[in-house]
Each structure stands twice: as structure tokens, then as C-alpha cells.
């Protein structure tokens, strides 16, 4: 990239990356001043950060993109599946669960694959 | 180290806390996730021409792994910048309810709003799952420090290893890449799924994984915020319903 390239990939990142993104953390600062822990729009706050990660979730599991994709849907599924079997059988063990998940997706990716 | 921990003062120091922050993020499994996330993004930004300092700035700046990959691959295709922004800005908006649920947790103790100011910046899913889950264990007056530390500790591993796929992404066969990426939604559920203690927890997590597929086959627009709102507000009231219930 050129140097005028360059500096305008710098601007780019201040203006189509940060500020876009950082509004929504600046608006969660403004109105979480004066809430405590337990007033129940905090709950709900957390419940709804919570289905959005839910969401998010799903979606990068099934509507996958990049490299990801080239894995087929039912292997990502069932990978991710046999991810939380093995969380809930390693007495909830997030390590366990994102190991048996990776190897199972490998395994899947590597008979599957197109 | 003894003879170190005898010469300080009894009272807990801020920087001790934030070395304790920051030692938590090393050791727990977020660690390899940012790890193998970050070497994905750096071979994107690699792919998409980008330089490497600026691929280390966005990992500062943004500090949201779907802003980054959205950043990357439409500046790097030629999209226009607003519709760009747009996309960043939409993905940006689940950072809103999971400052709002998080900061009052740091609150107390005359720290000021600007006190507040880097923890909200910090906030990114991984960093807010770990802060959610300890936090509430340590006692107020060390929270922002030991928060601090645990996001700086994320953020330079974030960096690193954004560096390293940068300069690895010629040699990346498309079925690690793919497992790379596959790292983040993996570990994402069963974190948040051991966090979920409370029923509510655990009614967010099982409607929004139903609901958000959902929204996104029927072409609904918006449909993570719609996820979040509709998906959160159900497991709100369920959980309201069942407790007046009991």
C-alpha cells in the first residue's frame, strides 16, 4: 500500500471502524450511571446481552463465511453439538467441550470436506 | 518473593490486583480462543492487503473480533464506507446491554464516571463473560483494577497473535483456517452456557440460539438486535413469571 493509502486506511479504521462500533459502548456508559447490580433493568440488560450472544452464536456456526465454510453445515452442527455434550459430561468443562468440538470438526472437515 | 510480599503493606495494592487480572486472562481458556481467533483475522488482513500495525491498531481500537472480520473484508473489497460502518455499527450494538449489565459491578467506592471509561472500551465478549463470572467473588474496592488487568492481559494476547497469523497467513491450510475460526462460536457457547446459573441465564442462551437462525431465514432486518430484545424480554418475564409464581 502507498503511503496516501496508507493514511487513509488509518482514517478509514477511526471512522468506519471505531467510532461506529465504540458509540454503543459510550450510550452503555451513559446509561449505567447510578444503576446497581440488582435493579432489574441490569437484569434484563444481562438477558438480552445474553440472547444476542446466543444469536451471534448460531449464526457464525451456520452462516458461516471464510474458511469455515468450505467445512459443511451438518459437520459445524454436529461438531458444536458434540462440543456441549462433551462440556456437559466433563463436569461442565469449558476446555473439555471446545476440545471435543475442534476434534470433531477436524475429523468431520477432513472426511467431509469440499 | 516472600521477602518482596513482607516489604509491601498489608493493604491490597491496586497493581497486585491487576497483575491477579491479568494472570486470570493468561490462564483461562479465552487465552487459546483469542489465540486462535486473532491468527485468523491477521491472515484476513493479511489477505486483504492491510498493514500489520494496522491490523494491531483495530485490535486496540475496535476490540470486537465480528467488527474486525466485517471491517477488513468490506473496506478490503471495495465496499462503500458507510454501508461498511453500518455493518460495523450493527454488530457493535450487543457491546450496549453488556456494558449497561456490567459496569455496576465496578461501581462504588467514589469511582467516577471516567474511572468507567476504560472498562467500557474493554468490554468485548470474551472480557465480559470472564468479568461476569469472577468479579462478583472479589471485593469491590479491587474490581476495576483486577477488570483492567484482565482486559489488558486479553488485548495483548489479541495483538500478539494478531502479529503472528499476519505473517503466517501464506502457509494456512483452508481446513485449520477454518477450525481457527471455529474456535470463537465453540468456546462462546459452552462459556456462556457454564455462566448460566440463573434460569433466566439459561432461557437468554437457549431462545436466542433458536431465535437468531430464525430471524436471519425469515429475512427479518436487524436481526440480532431483534434477537436480543425479543429473545431477552421472553427469558425476562418467563423467569418474572416464574418466580411470582412460586
Redesign the interface.
Known sequence: MSAGGELSAFVMLLLVGFLPNEIWRVLGLVLARGLDEDSEIVVWSRAVATAILAGVIAKLILFSSGGLATIPLPVRAGAAACGFLAFLAVKRSVFAGVLVGEAALLLGGFLFAH | MSALNSAQPPKPSSAADFLAGARSAIQS?FF??LAGTYI?IGA?AHDF???AW?MA??SM??W?S????I?I???GTGAP?VE???A??L???????????????L?GHGRR?RD??LP??F?S?SM?IES?RLLPAIPHARRLAFCNGLSVGYMSTAVTFGFAGYYLAAG?P?????????????????????N?RLM??R???????????L??VSHVEL???W???????L??GA?RLREAMR
Open positions: 481458556v487459546l480462543v485468523g484476513l492487503g492491510f498493514s494496522w491498531l483495530s481500537l475496535v470486537a465480528p467488527a474486525q472480520v471491517l473484508s468490506a473496506l464506507p461498511a460502518a453500518v460495523v455499527s454488530s457493535g450494538i450487543r457491546l450496549f446491554p453488556m456494558v449497561v449489565a456490567l459496569l455496576p459491578l461501581r464516571t468507567l471509561l467500557a472500551h468490554t465478549i465480559w461476569l494456512l483452508t481446513l485449520f483456517a477454518g477450525a481457527l475460526l471455529f474456535l470463537t462460536p465453540m468456546s462462546f457457547l459452552v462459556s456462556t452456557a457454564r448460566s433466566i441465564d432461557l437468554a442462551l437457549a431462545i436466542g440460539l433458536v431465535l437468531g437462525p430471524l436471519v436481526d440480532l438486535m434477537t436480543g430484545i425479543a429473545g431477552g424480554s427469558a425476562y423467569n
